[in-house]
């Protein structure tokens, strides 16, 4: 487990005056919640712990009344000592409920409607936010009947914390170890704390990164773009409610939470990814440093060195001009990255692609907007507006983007 004491060492009460219900599943990963009980418990929270009869195999409920002082619910028919119905009063008080981990068997019954125990009876009880972090075998979690299970608590308005690739109790590799803790915490604090769910409902397609357009077996063309700024949109999208598809070029970034990746390399990939899913997009970000050239003929060999190379290039595939052209009610966003006449070149892009709304930077000399965490651009609108910002955060930018879109077009449009 990545998470260490020292992140939650220090008490931190912003949490205070909010009550967790924390339904543990029969999973080896069960041993984590010990820590993500703790950890909401040092924000304040007041956390009361369900442990299902399979979770029971793994974990005690000492351990949790030790870490909350709350009585620890092991069964349905458990009698407090005020008799009231715990699986009706306690979920009636509470903020949120999360499950962490949750079993392919949890997720099943609650997709479900099936209330056979006191956890998945209070899921169909609660009205506040319902937090889901699976865990399990990777091939349960690839398998169609769980990937339907999830997707349809995801319509339904849980939040799923997605798992994580690496190895697992079975022995084997892939994904499907739950979340990091404090990941999970994070996500927690951001729902009770008031993060926006303003696109809630809505498809938001997000391109991101370079392309690689290749030259031979090993060599290809490619840019500086490190993907940062799509995948911080991408992110923030999802964790404003929206679904989330993100068609990305080459990266070393972490997949965010909640957001459907599409990988791809060429520049025709993407075209082709983008295409599949723009119909039921109701915003496009295309965020992505797509190849404007692509060799007009790659060798299927090594090119062995010479003294001169000459390389002939064709016109990629105008990914951004292609969707403009049939983007019906989709809101689509460009950006643009020029090193001179900024403003009047991304505005002409505006027009010439047909978008709703582009993002213009810099990139000139001197402008270090690649690989770099930060971002300055400028917001030029098809209904006139220019809006310049100053340099910001990525994720920052991001957030304004969504607000501007959410602002002047989702609600002009609803």
Not at 377 to 397: A, C, F, Q
Request: hydrophobic share 45%.
């Amino acid at each position: 487990m990545q998470s260490t004491a020292g992140s939650s060492g220090s008490r931190n009460d912003n949490l205070s005056g909010k009550r967790i219900i924390l339904g543990i599943s029969g999973g080896i990963a069960a041993y984590k919640a010990a820590y993500i009980a703790s950890a909401l418990t040092q924000r304040g929270a007041d956390v009361h712990v369900v442990l299902t009869q399979h979770g029971l195999m793994f974990v005690g409920p000492a351990t949790f009344w030790g870490i909350t002082r709350n009585p620890v619910i092991t069964g349905l028919f458990d009698q407090s000592a005020d008799a009231e119905i715990k699986h009706v009063s306690l979920s009636e008080s509470a903020d949120l409920l999360l499950i962490a981990p949750a079993t392919a068997n949890i997720i099943g019954k609650l997709a479900n409607g099936i209330a056979d125990d006191m956890l998945t009876t209070m899921a169909l009880v609660v009205r506040c936010p319902i937090v889901i972090a699976p865990a399990m075998n990777a091939n349960m979690y690839s398998n169609p009947i769980v990937v339907t299970n999830i997707e349809r608590l995801r319509q339904r308005g849980c939040v799923i914390i997605d798992p994580e690739e690496g190895h697992l109790a079975c022995g084997s590799e892939g994904r499907g170890r739950l979340a990091d803790p404090d990941k999970i915490v994070r996500v927690v604090e951001e729902i009770l704390l008031g993060v926006t769910r303003d696109y809630a409902g809505l498809t938001v397609v997000v391109t991101a990164g370079p392309t690689q357009e290749p030259i031979d077996p090993v060599r290809f063309i490619s840019n500086r773009s490190s993907g940062k700024m799509g995948y911080a949109i991408a992110e923030c999208a999802a964790r404003r409610g929206a679904r989330v598809i993100l068609v990305s070029g080459p990266t070393d970034l972490e997949v965010p939470n909640g957001v459907e990746i599409v990988k791809v390399r060429t520049a025709r990939e993407m075209f082709e990814a983008v295409d599949k899913v723009a119909n039921s997009a109701d915003v496009l970000i295309c965020a992505a440093a797509p190849a404007d050239f692509v060799p007009a003929e790659a060798s299927s060999e090594k090119i062995k060195k010479g003294s001169r190379l000459t390389l002939e290039l064709d016109q990629a595939v105008d990914i951004l001009g292609e969707v403009g052209k049939r983007k019906g009610r989709t809101i689509l966003v460009g950006f643009a990255a020029e090193t001179s006449d900024l403003e009047r070149n991304a505005e002409e892009k505006l027009v010439a692609k047909n978008l709703d709304l582009i993002v213009a930077n810099d990139v000139s000399q001197g402008n270090d907007v690649f690989g770099s965490d930060t971002n300055e651009v400028t917001l030029i609108s098809r209904t006139g507006d220019l809006i310049r910002w100053p340099r910001m955060s990525k994720r920052e930018v991001a957030e304004g983007i969504l607000n501007y879109v959410r602002d002047h077009f989702l609600e002009a449009r609803s």
